[in-house]
């Protein structure tokens, strides 16, 4: 079985096969998704987890369920559990133990992470970008998030400097999001 191609004639783009009101509808939709997806405000608190195989999408969770006590008691990435949670700014934090909980709970500021825990370096880039909770830096006493090991490379190369730029940026960016 053979298939022939027949070739639209030189004045017909591939567009210009599609009826004029198709293009139109297919203009207004793709503005329509454009408009909403710019329209919908960051949260203060990156709670974005992956969505299928494209995506992230906010949860509810901070940071990925991490608990961020634990980076500061044990210098390591530890998950918390549904059985000790707590609602602050937000989200929901999940915590790997009722102690570290209570630490959160005396003083949230001082265990969240900066920019409610967007990633460091894409902050300092203009992003809000989503982290990978093994990436991280304490400095000066302070939790910095990031992206991957390759952007974790990259931030420990200029921290101060992307602190600074990101310290800059991070209300814009949620205002503008």
């Known amino acids: 079985m053979t298939h022939e191609r027949t070739a639209l004639p030189k004045t017909c783009s591939p567009m210009t096969a599609f009826p004029k009101k198709t293009l139109q509808l297919f203009a207004v939709l793709a503005l329509g998704?454009?408009?909403?997806?710019?329209s919908l405000a960051a949260e203060p608190i990156n709670t974005l987890e992956?969505?299928?195989?494209?995506?992230?999408?906010?949860?509810?969770?901070?940071?990925?369920?991490?608990?961020?006590?634990?980076?500061?008691t044990?210098?390591?990435?530890?998950?918390?559990?549904?059985?000790?949670?707590?609602?602050?700014?937000?989200?929901?934090?999940?915590?790997?133990?009722?102690?570290?909980?209570?630490?959160?709970?005396?003083?949230?500021?001082?265990?969240a992470p900066q920019y409610g825990g967007y990633c460091a370096y894409g902050v300092a880039q203009d992003a809000l970008v989503k982290i990978e909770p093994e990436n991280f830096s304490i400095v000066d006493g302070k939790?910095?998030?990031?992206?991957?090991?390759?952007?974790?490379?990259?931030?420990?190369?200029?921290?101060?400097?992307?602190?600074?730029?990101?310290?800059?940026?991070?209300q814009r960016l949620l205002d503008e999001s």
């Open 74 to 111: 044990e210098g390591k990435y530890v998950p918390g559990t549904d059985s000790h949670t707590t609602t602050w700014s937000g989200a929901t934090w999940k915590f790997s133990s009722q102690e570290n909980l209570d630490l959160f709970v005396a003083d949230p500021q001082r265990y």
């Open 143 to 170: 939790l910095y998030l990031n992206y991957s090991d390759g952007v974790q490379s990259k931030w420990e190369k200029n921290i101060g400097g992307f602190i600074s730029s990101a310290n800059e940026k991070f």
């Open 50 to 72: 992956k969505t299928g195989l494209f995506g992230y999408d906010p949860t509810g969770v901070a940071i990925r369920g991490a608990d961020t006590v634990a980076y500061f």
């Open 33 to 38: 998704l454009f408009t909403a997806a710019g």
